[in-house]
């Protein structure tokens, strides 16, 4: 038993005879605490306070994970002595959530080992086509591209402007390198979105103004008091429309694979009952 465990069992159990503790002494060492007919052993503190940077802290991580437990017990001893039968039958709420626990840690696993998680682009296009009316906006989204760097770099942004503005291969290629050597934050993917909310709070735009700029295919360069902004807000989507495919993606790819976990179980699930069923593994009387 370590030093600090050695000296809160000097302090905890004062109250205690020599004869008590070696009375009750087992397997898990001296017991150091008691509630009722529950006992506290060393080997039940063992590594608390271990990782304290000072001795003190040591003794009061043990002292205080002695008093926690002394009050836990004491409360759940309280309780099982004042609830009515009724508010008592744990063993059947323990056992069902056992079980349910063991189903849930199995079908997890065999989910981890056996299920196909790579759906393709097709197997996207054709749900969200399929269910488009289920994708209905909530809010506005805005189709925008930005570099967001430090005002006190001050470089110059003619270049990057024209990259931002005239989109090819070339000229992506470009940005993509301004962008890994200046920038603090970018999104120059011709493909993103973004709600209201997502906007205001990457941009500035309460301090510009510009709260009518995601409404309208357009440029724009913004400041605050640290960063400069390039963003091109290139479409938009208002609420009550269909959300754009590229939107919702992460949504789809999780309803399919949901759906595909769903139709595996099931699977599992009956070969299990016909399995055991040809195997006289069980019978009803």
């Keep these: 038993m370590n030093t600090v465990v050695r000296f809160i069992l000097c302090m905890t159990l004062t109250f205690n005879s020599c004869s008590t503790i070696t009375n009750n002494k087992t397997e898990q060492g ?11 052993y060393e080997s039940d503190v063992e590594g608390v306070g271990k990782g304290a940077a000072k001795p003190e802290d040591s003794v009061l991580a043990v002292k205080n994970y002695i008093d926690a437990w002394i009050r836990h017990n ?82 110059k942004t003619d270049s990057a402007t024209v990259w931002m503005k005239k989109q090819n291969e070339v000229n992506q290629s470009k940005l993509r390198n301004f962008c890994i050597d ?15 909310d997502e906007l205001t709070s990457i941009l500035p735009l309460e301090e510009n103004n510009l709260d009518n700029a995601p409404y309208n295919k357009s440029y724009q360069t913004m400041s605050d008091s640290a960063y400069q902004y390039l963003v091109s ?18 949504d789809i790819i999780n309803i399919i694979l949901n759906k595909r976990k769903l139709a595996y179980l099931s699977t599992i699930h009956n070969s299990i009952y016909e399995d055991a069923l040809q195997n006289k593994k069980f019978e009803t009387y």
């Design 30 to 40: 001296n017991p150091i605490a008691r509630v009722y007919e529950k006992y506290l």
């Design 74 to 155: 004491l409360i759940l001893h309280y309780a099982e002595e004042n609830l009515s039968e009724k508010n008592t039958d744990l063993e059947k709420q323990l056992t069902d959530y056992r079980e349910s626990l063991t189903v849930f840690y199995y079908e997890k696993e065999l989910i981890k080992q056996k299920l196909d998680t790579v759906v393709d682009e097709q197997e996207i296009t054709d749900y969200y086509k399929k269910y488009i009316d289920n994708f209905e906006l909530k809010t506005a989204v805005s189709k925008m591209r930005y570099v967001m760097f430090p005002k006190s770099l001050k470089i």
């Design 182 to 196: 200046n920038a603090v934050k970018y999104q120059i993917s011709d493909s993103s979105w973004f709600s209201i």
């Design 233 to 250: 807000f290139d479409d938009l989507k208002l609420k009550g429309n269909a959300a754009p495919m590229q939107y919702v993606r992460k």
